[in-house]
């Protein structure tokens, strides 16, 4: 594992498309027994070299109820994002994740984590990836019928503060899913 991550972590793939450079993030361990596949690092992230070292991250590790300490302990949790660079910022928010790094990394990074118990999927390029023709039209719908990926996934937005609008329209996420996202990571960790 740790070659593979220097490996990775040495990627320029698609240095061409990135206008800070490449500066791959991920953090996985072969005992990990929670993964979370996430969209790609933001600007904040870029600089540190922190997976979820944000706004988004806080509000991720709030959902699970989960520590800092246990967030980052990669025994338990391995952080695998989309494209392991920060894309950039486009009109709306930031660039999606570059389409190289999934295809290339995803498969062997998975196949060397032994057994993950849960793998969550943040965010529909996470979902449209790994669940497939399983996946619905939209995020929402998705997200509201977690159920049906589980036990292999868990299914969430993304956790940005931009989110806060959807999450006030989509009341049901507090009240159904957040709860049972936080019963299944106590159960595993």
């Known amino acids: 594992m740790n070659e593979l991550l220097l490996e990775i972590k040495s990627c320029k793939i698609c240095e061409k498309n990135l206008p800070l450079g490449p500066r791959p993030i991920v953090a996985a361990h072969p005992k990990s027994k929670i993964l979370i596949i996430g969209q790609a690092p933001g600007a904040v992230v870029h600089k540190t070299g922190v997976p979820w070292d944000d706004k988004s991250g806080e509000n991720l590790r709030k959902w699970m109820d989960i520590d800092t300490t246990t967030f980052y302990n990669v025994k338990k949790i391995g952080l695998i994002p989309m494209g392991f660079c920060y894309p950039g910022r486009g009109k709306s928010g930031d660039n999606p994740p570059t389409k ?10 998975l196949n060397t984590v032994e057994k993950p118990e849960l793998i969550v999927l943040i965010g529909k390029y996470a979902q449209d990836y790994y669940l497939g023709s399983k996946s619905k039209k939209t995020l929402t719908e998705t997200v509201k019928n977690y159920k049906e990926y589980l036990p292999k996934f868990f299914v969430l937005p993304h956790p940005s503060p931009r989110n806060n609008i959807w999450q006030a329209k989509n009341e049901w996420f ?16």
């Open 100 to 109: 190289e790094c999934a295809p290339k990394w995803h498969n062997v990074l």
């Open 174 to 189: 507090k009240t159904d899913v957040l709860p049972g996202l936080k019963s299944r990571i106590e159960k595993i960790l």
